[in-house]
């Protein structure tokens, strides 16, 4: 995956833990709190490896575009 996708995927986890937040915030039956807890860290989960990997990239020196002008990135 190149930084764009990595920031897009990392940025949809995001979202989605966000969403899973407030899930478990409403539920109230013992099923459901369990199956949200799961939930919320799958998308724990999927944000670091998102994050590790776009840290990574960042770190291989890949170049993105950004209005027509190249930006090597350095952390």
């Known amino acids: 995956m ?11 986890s995001r979202e989605q833990l966000f969403q899973a937040e407030k899930c478990l915030d409403t539920v109230t039956e013992p099923e459901l ?3 949200a807890i799961h939930e919320q860290m799958a998308w724990e989960k999927r944000c670091e490896f998102y994050n590790r990997k776009l840290k990574e990239a960042v ?4 170049v993105i ?11």
């Open 59 to 62: 770190a291989g020196g890949q």
């Open 33 to 35: 709190i369990d199956a």
């Open 2 to 12: 190149n930084i764009r996708e990595l920031t897009a995927a990392l940025e949809y």
């Open 65 to 75: 575009q950004r209005k027509r002008e190249y930006w090597r990135i350095v952390e």
